[in-house]
């Protein structure tokens, strides 16, 4: 299951982390990210082994929104070794993506 990351605790978690770190940029209102989010929990469960999975509510964490460049949701974030190795936008079927952000395992 996806966790909620707050701006305080990201660079921690990323610090922490010992695999990568998949981060779900999302909001409530937004109909793609409502759409999308039960496709992020599936992989985050399927790939649970390899990378852990994170949401994060760009209205309540708007300055982590902006250190990223946010500025479409839902955005997905694929982190290793604390820096961003990839980024996908839009919603999109589970099948694609796994092909987006198997070859970052």
Known sequence: MAKAITGTEFDLVLSEAR???LVDFWAPWCGPCRALG?????VGQDFADRMDVYK?????????AARFR???IPTLMLFKD???VHTVVGNMSKQ????EIEPYL
């Open 96 to 99: 694609a993506l796994v092909a």
């Open 56 to 64: 994060c509510n760009v209205d309540d964490e708007d300055e982590l």
């Open 38 to 42: 039960p496709t992020v929990e599936e």
């Open 82 to 84: 604390s820096q961003p």
């Open 70 to 72: 946010i500025v479409s």
């Open 19 to 21: 695999k990568p770190v």
